[in-house]
């Protein structure tokens, strides 16, 4: 894939920082994307095609999973939909997959959580082929990103590192800190960071004097999930400030006002702070499906289909 940085967005100047615009730089890999897919059809090669498996009828994974659809076919990608009740048994999931893994149309593979309760969420992803794990869950795409080698990369920390070379030409040396340890952000986001040849620290709940940590980072990713913990006297004057979180708290009218949206980061008292940080909602969120899109096309370039 074409690497991304240093001739893109580098932010919208404020007083302060520079506010990170993901909806900007998504739309650039969207595009991206859509440019090579359509060069691939024009040279005869079908288009990629990527399948999401719903089970149950959760309203946010309801959401997600038609945004994923829409955005696929924006791409001129083909979105295969795979929607099953909640009853739907282990077995027949786990049949499923595996005839996806054999059809050729398909070049990715998204499972979306979470999966019912009797269903095994790691016993479906370890179901799932490598090389059409778009979502870089699978146990071998984990170790080859861990190793170093080519692997599909989970999307959210993608298209963080994405959102931090449109703003910084050279991470190498710098000191990162990465707040949270899931396996879904904050492991890989470590593995991506250390591979850009950063100084990564994993920082997390019984980390001792956090807020020491975190000054000392040229780069804070913080995807914790609790509203606004990272203050702005953490952040070291001019740092890179990614925030991962997305939490809904009550408006300032207290309990019974319209809700909000707010990160991890306290962001009005990290933008004085910082070089430059992303907004909740606006900057990593839009992230995610760009990132989907385009490890969906990489997966099939892999392929050389």
């Known amino acids: 894939m074409r690497p991304w940085g240093e001739d893109h967005d580098k932010g919208t100047r404020m ?26 059809v024009a040279q005869g090669r079908p288009a ?37 009740p909640a009853s739907t048994g282990e077995d027949d999931l786990l049949a499923l997959i595996a005839d996806l893994n054999r059809r050729p149309d398909v070049n990715g593979i998204l499972v979306q959580l979470p999966l019912p309760k009797h269903i095994d969420a790691a016993k479906v992803i370890e179901a799932i082929d490598p090389a059409k794990d778009v979502d870089g869950f699978h146990p071998l795409n984990v170790g080859r990103l861990a190793a170093g080698g080519q692997a599909l990369a989970p999307c959210t920390p993608t298209g963080c590192l994405i959102l931090v ?15 949270g340890r899931s396996n879904i952000v904050g492991k890989p986001m470590a593995q991506l960071l250390l591979a850009a040849s950063c ?10 004097d956090l807020p020491a940590v975190v000054r000392r980072a040229d780069l804070v990713v913080a995807a914790v999930g609790r509203p606004e913990m990272v203050r702005g006297d953490w952040i070291k004057p001019g740092a890179t400030v990614i925030d991962v979180g997305v939490n809904r708290v009550a408006g300032p009218g207290g309990p019974g006002s319209r809700d909000r949206l707010v990160g991890d980061v306290a962001y009005e008292e990290a933008r004085a702070v910082a070089g430059a ?14 990132c989907l899109l385009r ?3 990489q997966a099939a370039e892999m392929a050389q289909f």
């Open 15 to 40: 007083a302060g920082a520079s506010i990170i615009d993901g909806k900007s730089v998504a739309a650039r890999v969207r595009a991206d994307v859509a440019a090579r897919v359509a060069e691939r």
């Open 48 to 84: 990629p095609g990527l399948a999401v498996v719903l089970v149950g009828e959760d309203p946010a994974s309801q959401v997600y999973v038609r945004n994923k659809a829409g955005a696929t076919r924006e791409v001129g990608m083909a979105s295969i939909e795979h929607k099953l």
């Open 165 to 179: 070379r449109s703003v910084r030409r050279e991470l190498a040396g710098l000191e990162a800190v990465v707040i």
């Open 199 to 208: 100084t990564v620290t994993i920082a997390h709940s019984r980390t001792r």
């Open 277 to 290: 940080i992303t907004p909740v909602p606006g900057g990593v969120g839009p992230m995610t499906i760009a």
């Open 295 to 297: 490890n969906t096309l």
